[in-house]
């Protein structure tokens, strides 16, 4: 490079650091020093001119700017650049509640004290502050970071802080308290201050204050048709807002979310026609729109018809996110899915309208379409939608689009909601494994999840595939057992290799096979965990526990309840993780009170009697027995004649019927009638009937925990 050619360039780049030192100083006066003159307008129009520098440049502009820069750079020199501790950008998700809390409290405060101000007598330095504090309430309070209490607090002080603006400007008549038309040039409201209150509006969740950001948005769309103003004027972000806001309105109809969603976009779109550059109904505004439609859509045929039409308009601003909420709407939308009679097709229609739209079906795209039929429990549909994919791949050349390992293990984790879900799950493997071998498809090679999400299927397998496959009971612990043992030795790859997830499926296996040795498998499988240095954790605990609840091997319920002493003593040592909860010790009870042992039915109301007095004593509120609880016990002594059986039996109905906190449902309640009527007191008939209006009432109420059984009804 020439001598010349660096002087030159050297210029060019002093030019420019002279005209950002400039901007620098301009942005600093309109904050520092606004007011309700129209100076500081001029300022910011000037910088919104000159606010993109290039290289190289005009000699006149080259020269208004150094002439500029030159004049301010001392000034600028003694500017410090302070940071609003309440404006942390950088860490605002991570505050706590409190911090913000205490943040809306002091907004608050100023609020109050600039409402007490009259009309027209507000400072400079106040309509600064309030406009500040506007907008800190707008963009440095995250909605995610607030609950609903704080949420519509925020929108509250809001609209009053947005309110006192309004009247300083001559915007709002103060006695009525509704909103005057807006003639010639506001000095104080602008469209960004609208944008920070209807923000924090419509985010609030309140009916009211979102009806009062959707009316000030219609006065603001009239001012510009009317005068064309380029200060106050709609945007599009808060469109985008009103329409995401929509869905969460309390007590709103389908309707009329139909309807109010199409009134926004028509608005939008009218700005847009208008000639308002700050309006574009752009892909952000059309996806809010979709959203709040998938949100009513498996209830409301409107919002699924108006979907289906958005996504196929020409010209709509669409991407790969609109088609993804278009795909969850059809899998949502029951009615949707009975016009259409086949889901597959649907999706397939809407994927193929997306390479019209040159928009190619993606792995984003594709994923949550197998997560939502997964969680649905449809197999085939997945199966169907796979090969599909792989047409596509082979057929259209959609490189995106052939199934992945990711995609494979969201049909297998689909299977686990299946009546034989284990076998189907084996085949996929298998297939996965074959593809992957025979260098067919190298994104297929399971891994670890692959391998889990098949015993997992495998442990959930239910005995009603019986007529089937010739299904026994144990059959899937072995079944299980097996694909462990391939993992451990390596035969299934180096790279597979089990965690606590594969263990756990394991036990969970040997739980639902309810055979004779299921306890023995579960113990000896808890012990080869440890030497495999895999440490079980609460859940392992549990199902071993439950297992040996279910056995009806003597002994059983004495281990069961040596596993909770191990839980107990873990947790007083310091180790929170494996804290016993109530339903360990539901299934201790249940294994004392179902044990034919001699007095064994004394541990298991000593355990209740435990579990009250741990809650009572140690801290422990979650430890509150329930009706679990308490039925196992009841049921049991239902059972027996005995006098001291008699009196235990006494003694519980009469502390459920004084505990307002009892949590009766259906098996509490039939269990109470049916030790009532063998019980022969004289009071016994009597009191049956009691409990059963009661239970009848309750169920009338709407509860869904009680319901009567039929063989009581005729007492």
Not at 317 to 346: C, G, H, M, N, Y
Not at 476 to 486: Q, T
Not at 573 to 599: F, M, Q, R, T
């Amino acid at each position: 490079m020439s001598n010349e050619e660096t002087r030159i360039r050297g210029k060019h780049r002093m030019c420019n650091i002279y005209y950002i030192v400039w901007t620098l100083h301009e942005i600093h006066n309109s904050f520092v020093q606004q007011s309700s003159s129209m100076r500081h307008v001029a300022n910011l129009s000037l910088i919104c001119r000159l606010r993109k520098p290039c290289l190289p440049c005009s000699p006149l502009l080259r020269q208004r700017r150094q002439n500029v820069g030159q004049r301010y750079f001392s000034e600028v020199q003694n500017i410090k650049i302070v940071v609003n501790e309440n404006v942390d950008f950088g860490s605002r998700h991570a505050r706590a509640r409190g911090s913000e809390e205490a943040s809306i409290k002091s907004i608050a405060s100023k609020s109050a004290s600039f409402v007490k101000i009259k009309s027209g007598k507000m400072k400079e330095v106040e309509v600064r502050e309030a406009y500040q504090a506007l907008n800190e309430l707008a963009h440095s309070m995250h909605k995610k970071d607030l609950d609903a209490q704080l949420c519509e607090r925020r929108g509250e002080i809001a609209w009053t802080l947005f309110k006192r603006l309004l009247i300083e400007d001559n915007l709002l008549d103060q006695g009525q308290d509704t909103l005057l038309p807006i003639h010639g040039y506001p000095t104080i409201v602008d469209h960004a201050l609208c944008h920070s209150a209807i923000k924090c509006m419509v985010q609030s969740k309140n009916r009211d204050l979102f009806d009062n950001a959707l009316f000030f948005l219609n006065t603001l769309e009239e001012h510009f048709l009317a005068s064309k103003s380029k200060k106050i004027r709609p945007v599009g972000r808060s469109y985008a807002l009103l329409l995401d806001a929509v869905k969460d309105l309390p007590s709103i109809g389908d309707d009329e979310l139909v309807e109010l969603v199409k009134k926004l976009l028509q608005k939008a779109n009218e700005q847009e026609r208008d000639g308002n550059n700050l309006v574009i109904v752009n892909r952000h505004i059309f996806n809010a729109a979709l959203n709040t439609l998938c949100s009513r859509s498996e209830s409301s045929q409107l919002a699924a018809d108006m979907i289906e039409k958005m996504v196929s308009e020409h010209g709509a601003p669409v991407d790969q996110a609109s088609f993804s909420i278009a795909l969850k709407a059809i899998l949502s939308s029951s009615r949707w899915l009975e016009k259409s009679t086949d889901i597959i097709a649907a999706v397939e229609s809407l994927l193929l309208k997306m390479e019209e739209k040159n928009l190619l079906p993606s792995k984003v795209t594709m994923t949550p379409l197998l997560n939502s039929l997964s969680k649905k429990g449809n197999p085939s549909e997945v199966s169907q939608i796979l090969n599909w994919m792989e047409d596509m791949y082979q057929s259209r050349g959609w490189r995106d689009i052939r199934p992945n390992r990711i995609h494979f293990n969201t049909m297998i984790s689909s299977l686990s909601k299946t009546k034989d879900g284990g076998y189907k799950a084996m085949e996929i493997l298998d297939t996965m494994k074959t593809i992957y071998r025979d260098g067919s498809n190298e994104q297929a090679r399971p891994d670890l999840v692959s391998y889990n999400a098949v015993l997992n299927a495998i442990a959930k397998e239910s005995n009603t595939s019986q007529s089937k496959r010739n299904w026994t009971a144990s059959d899937i612990g072995k079944r299980a057992e097996s694909l462990l043992s391939e993992m451990e030795d390596g035969r299934e790859g180096e790279h597979i290799v089990p965690d606590l997830v594969s263990y756990n499926s394991v036990l969970s296996a040997y739980m639902n096979s309810n055979t004779k040795e299921a306890d023995f498998k579960t113990q000896k499988l808890m012990q080869h965990m440890v030497t495999k240095d895999v440490e079980p954790d609460l859940l392992s605990y549990t199902i071993c526990i439950n297992t040996l609840a279910k056995s009806k091997v003597r002994g059983s319920a004495q281990k069961a309840d040596d596993l909770l002493n191990v839980l107990e003593h873990a947790y007083k040592e310091g180790n929170a993780s494996l804290k016993p909860d109530v339903k360990c010790y539901n299934s201790v009870i249940h294994a004392w009170a179902k044990s034919s042992e001699k007095g064994a039915i004394h541990k298991a109301v000593a355990l209740l009697n435990e579990m009250n007095n741990l809650r009572n004593t140690s801290n422990r509120p979650d430890l509150v027995p329930d009706a679990v609880s308490y039925t196992s016990i009841i049921t049991s002594l239902a059972k027996q004649n005995d006098e001291d059986s008699e009196k235990l039996m006494k003694d519980f109905l009469e502390i459920l019927e004084k505990d307002p906190e009892s949590n009766l449902d259906s098996g509490l309640y039939n269990a109470l009638l049916h030790a009532q009527i063998q019980s022969g007191q004289e009071d016994s008939a009597a009191k049956a009937e009691r409990l059963l209006r009661s239970m009848l009432n309750e169920s009338k109420g709407g509860s869904s925990k009680v319901k009567p059984v039929s063989k009581f009804t005729d007492i």
